[in-house]
């Protein structure tokens, strides 16, 4: 994977969007962890991180293509 694709796609993501997947997987913390430091429910960090992954794969794969 390029890291320069990556890093443009993760910059196309809203700011929120982008940290929870920063704190999820360079941080390594859990959803709660996440929804204590963003004022979140655990579940609404899920579903964010999960719009956010299926936002920054399209970008990738779409870069790709």
Known sequence: ???DRLRA????LAPRERTVLVL???????????GA???LSS???R???RR???RLRDCVV???A
């Open 1 to 3: 994977l390029d890291q």
């Open 9 to 12: 796609c993760l910059e196309t």
């Open 24 to 34: 999820t997987f360079f941080a390594e913390q859990a959803s709660s962890e996440i």
């Open 37 to 39: 430091h963003l004022s």
């Open 43 to 45: 579940e609404n960090v």
């Open 47 to 49: 579903t964010i991180r």
């Open 52 to 54: 956010a992954f299926v």
């Open 62 to 64: 779409g870069a790709g």
